[in-house]
Every structure is written in C-alpha cells, then in structure tokens.
C-alpha cells in the first residue's frame, strides 16, 4: 500500500511498482524470479577461509550474534593476517565489531587482535582506547565521524561493493559501513 500525501493532487503516478524503472520489462524480469541466495550461515568455516578477499568479511558476518566474539580472535586474526586488507577497510570493519559484536571484554578483544595481527596494531590499539576512553557507543559514533574526513569512505565503499556481490542484505551493508541508500545505488550503478 502506498499512502500519498504529497503537493500534488491526485496521485500524479503510476501505480504499478515496475513503472518506476527506467526499463519496466527488464526489471519485470529481474524480479519474478527468485533471488539469488549466499546463506553464510550454513557454510562451513574451513570453506569460508578459503574465499580469499571475502573470506575476513563472511566469517565475521557468520559469527558477529554469537555471545562472545572473543572465542573467534583466533581466527579473525588469522584472516586478517591471510587477507591482508587495506588499513581503512580493517578500521571499518572494527567499527562494525565494535557496534554490532556481543562481547565481555571489548577493549581485551582489539588489545588481543592488536598483539596477534602485527600489521594492524596500530589500528587496534586505537580502537580499543577509544572504546576505554569514551565508552562503546561515543566511541563508535566519533570514529564514524572521524573516519570520513580521513578518507575511509573509499574502504567502506570497497567493503560495500564486496557486500553487494555476495548479495547481504542492503540495510546490512548500509549499517555495517555506514554508507547511505544511494551510495549504495551509485556503486550497483558504477559497477554495471
């Protein structure tokens, strides 16, 4: 159902949905068949290691509801290690850990993935300090803040296109990197 309440009046548009596209019959198309599934849920863990770019990004999205993240540092480290993302694409994904990972010791957590991840030290430390100093939530909205004007869109974008090509779900990507709804729509648009 739409509910119209806008300057012009009656509804000036149409109201079949696929009309709203610049090419209704291909986006008819597109979606009366079924949507493409990537259900990280039920893919062993071994597998996921082996997804080279992706494999960092699919396995904290597998495992980031569990009750203690800190049980898969382990691992995290060693896919930081095997991956080796860019420094901006790690920041974005701490702060996605840091809002979205139920933890016991959150500042113990990036201190150990500091000490286990010699690459990325600096950029753990970091994050642990802010969330010791300021709490977790005032943490992760100033380093939001913070990373923007330093450049981090682009890691987050990187992050988002890697996102939009195993098929998350878009609120996810928007909350996970912070990027808006049509940032999202220019990036499926570049990438086409």
């Known amino acids: 159902m739409v509910f119209y309440h806008g300057v012009q ?26 949507f493409p599934l990537v ?20 396995y904290v999205q597998k495992h980031i509801r569990e009750r203690d993240i800190n049980l898969r540092l382990r691992d995290i ?7 080796q993302p860019s420094k901006e ?6 702060h996605y850990l840091a809002q979205e990972a ?7 957590f990036f201190r150990n993935l500091g000490q286990n991840t010699p690459h990325y030290k600096e950029e753990m430390m970091t994050i642990a300090e802010q969330l010791e100093q300021k709490g977790h939530k005032i943490g992760w909205q100033e380093g939001r803040q913070e990373g923007r004007q330093e450049g981090l869109h682009a890691g987050c974008k ?8 195993i098929g998350l779900e878009r609120a996810t990507i928007e909350l996970t990197t912070g990027l808006s709804s049509a940032e999202l729509d ?7």
Not at 39 to 58: F, G, M, S, W, Y
Request: aromatic letters at 8%; one cysteine or more; hydrophobic letters at 45%.
């Open 102 to 108: 139920n933890t016991l010791d959150s500042d113990a």
């Open 77 to 83: 480290a060693f896919l930081l290690e095997l991956t």
């Open 39 to 58: 259900d990280i849920t039920v893919v062993p863990d071994e597998e996921i290691k082996t997804h080279r770019k992706v494999a960092l990004l699919e």
């Open 9 to 34: 009046s009656p509804y000036p548009y149409s109201t079949r949905w696929l009309d709203g596209f610049d090419d209704p019959a291909m986006a008819e198309e597109l979606y009366r068949q079924a």
């Open 89 to 94: 694409q790690v920041i974005c994904l701490l």
């Open 186 to 192: 220019a990036l499926t648009n570049s990438a086409a």
């Open 158 to 165: 990187e992050i988002a296109r890697n996102m939009l090509a």
